[in-house]
């Protein structure tokens, strides 16, 4: 059994999410994947344009933070006056409403300062000279010895396109604004004009008069002559666009020689065609209620052979990470993890993102904590693990995993053991199932071996429902390597159990087929789960390739040949009384004794 730990892989003590280790993967060769050798931890944004001065943020600005209401945020400002100011980050935590958990939610977006001026001599919470952890040092010498660049046009915000988060980024438009913004433009269509956000509730004509020069109703942050266009990319549902270069400081003597080896030059030019910024898909917020009731998401995804040295590309860190956030996924089960560390890197980067489109992300973070199984079985000639992560932020508790055991003198049940775990999610609680069934293989030739580990499949709800007398909801998620209408899953449907998938929604993707063909990743719930689900579910299909991840000889590969498949379901009450404290270790799978 995988013990639960913050980020932290059973068998591994000591590793904590908070540090930032380090490890040069070893050379294998020509067979080594390039999607590995780029270590981008300093390919960074400004650090002065994305994180918010507490000493001089107004009440707006203070509730785009994850967790920060207008109440807290009152409160920051009425506890700001009274002491003069923060001396440091680390003050904030003695504010109501705040503490150390939320500040550990939110330390990597802010900052404090004495003087809060921009390069155009603004009062702004954003830009100022930073004493804050991890990158005061790096930012206080950059202030004192680069010159200014030059200010080039100004960065506005489309009103037309931009989503919740997107919104909140203008000064002034909080939460509720940016809501009522988006809602009137899903009714009344896109606006014409600025001036239509008087229209909108909560929107008069001194916000206008404020925020007019922040926002537009088309892409024309540019001037034509600086434009640049989309470079399209085969690689799912991403558009990639060039990055200008940037603007020479006005201090610079543009005439000086370039201090670049010849190495370094080659380098940069083999590179260039492949740094582009990723564009990130429209996704509508999550605000984890549905009907006014608290509401979470439970995920599948089969992430294809998911090691360390796959997770260490930033390409697939960053899909990774955002897919989770941007579609407020709550609790995910991965299938085909290929080593016990893979999934620790992408809960560290969750807790503590180092990639900046982690870090610009501005919806809720979450804090996360993650288990990984014991070898569950083999898979393209290597050993696979299976693993949760969990947001332990929305009062998410792993009580006890554990992978199915078959009993004494069984044959074995299937080639991949499912990996159980037993979870409270606030007032409900639930057994939720991983499984990761026999492929069909070429010309379906292990076809009638996959029948027989779907045919299998009601009995582990059995050995469950024994283990846990009175627990009916059981959960079964993952790969299922056939679509759900076969009639080889006569035998849930038997049971009353139901796919929350609608048949006919792909979940596989290629960069060939970017709309799928199969439906082979399921998650189905017993009847009495039924009453709890909110009748919500989706396959993620946008936003799962990069710019970073290898596509053959190219690039802008796809993370996986798999989407991840989500279901949502209240958490505000639980139907029955089972008692979950026995651990899942000793559950047994005895069908088919001798």
Not at 405 to 417: D, L, Y
Not at 528 to 548: A, C, N
Not at 574 to 586: K, P, R
Request: glycine residues 6%; charged residues 25%.
């Amino acid at each position: 059994m995988g013990a639960v730990n913050s980020c932290c892989i059973p068998h591994h003590t000591g590793s904590d999410c908070g540090e930032n280790h380090t490890k040069t993967p070893k050379g294998k060769g020509h067979r080594r994947n390039l999607s590995a050798t780029f270590n981008l931890s300093l390919v960074e944004e400004d650090p002065l344009q994305t994180l918010i001065n507490i000493n001089f943020a107004t009440e707006e600005e203070l509730m785009t933070l994850p967790g920060i209401n207008r109440t807290t945020s009152q409160s920051i400002i009425e506890y700001r006056r009274q002491i003069g100011g923060f001396k440091k980050v680390e003050d904030l935590a003695l504010v109501s409403g705040v503490g150390a958990t939320k500040l550990n939610v939110i330390r990597n977006e802010i900052c404090v300062s004495k003087k809060s001026t921009n390069t155009s001599g603004t009062s702004s919470s954003r830009g100022s000279s930073l004493s804050s952890s991890k990158q005061d040092l790096s930012v206080a010498h950059l202030n004192k010895e680069q010159p200014k660049k030059a200010t080039g046009v100004l960065t506005q915000v489309n009103i037309n396109s931009s989503n919740v988060f997107q919104l909140m980024k203008i000064k002034g438009v909080g939460q509720s604004l940016a809501e009522n913004i988006v809602a009137y433009r899903d009714k009344k269509g896109p606006f014409s004009t600025v001036e239509d956000l008087v229209k909108v509730k909560g929107i008069g004509p001194s916000l206008l008069s404020a925020i007019r020069y922040l926002v537009t109703v088309e892409d024309n942050s540019l001037p034509s002559e600086e434009r640049y266009e989309p470079v399209s990319e085969l690689n799912g549902d991403l558009a990639n666009r060039v990055s200008p270069p940037e603007t020479r400081g006005t201090g610079l003597d543009n005439s000086q020689p370039r201090l670049l080896t010849a190495s370094v030059e080659n380098i940069l030019d083999i590179i260039k065609p492949i740094v582009k910024n990723s564009k990130r898909p429209n996704v509508t917020p999550f605000l984890f209620k549905r009907k006014k009731r608290h509401a979470v998401r439970l995920a599948s995804w089969n992430i294809e052979r998911f090691s360390s040295e796959k997770a260490d590309n930033i390409g697939v860190k960053e899909v990774v990470c955002l897919t989770i956030l941007e579609n407020g996924l709550s609790l995910v089960a991965f299938q085909e993890l290929a080593d016990e560390e893979a999934l620790t890197k992408i809960c560290k980067e969750l807790n503590n993102p180092s990639i900046p489109g982690v870090k610009k992300f501005q919806g809720h973070r979450g804090v996360w904590k993650c288990v990984v199984s014991k070898a569950a079985g083999r898979m393209y000639q290597a050993t696979e693990y299976n693993g949760f992560l969990f947001d332990t932020s929305q009062q998410i508790e792993m009580k006890s995993s554990a992978l199915l055991e078959k009993a004494k003198n069984v044959s074995k049940p299937f080639v991949r053991k499912p990996f159980i775990g037993v979870f409270k999610i606030r007032k409900f609680d639930c057994v939720v199932v991983s499984v990761h069934l026999k492929a069909t293989g070429l010309n379906n030739q292990d076809l009638p071996q996959l029948q027989k580990e779907i045919d299998r499949v009601p009995h582990v709800v059995e050995a469950i429902e024994d283990h846990y007398p009175g627990e009916k909801d059981i959960i079964m998620l993952g790969d299922f390597n056939l679509a759900p209408d076969k009639d080889d899953f006569t035998c849930l449907r038997d049971r009353h159990y139901s796919n929350c998938i609608p048949n006919g929604h792909f979940t596989n993707i290629s960069n060939n087929n970017l709309k799928g063909s199969q439906t082979y990743d399921h998650i189905w719930i017993s009847e009495q789960s039924k009453e709890i689900f909110t009748g919500y579910s989706g396959v993620v299909r946008e936003g799962l390739s990069s710019p970073w991840i290898p596509n053959g000889w190219s690039w802008g590969g796809l993370i996986s040949d798999h989407c991840p498949v989500w279901a949502e379901f209240y958490s505000n009450k639980d139907l029955d009384t089972a008692d979950l404290s026995l651990s899942a270790e000793t559950i047994k799978f005895a069908v088919g004794a001798d």
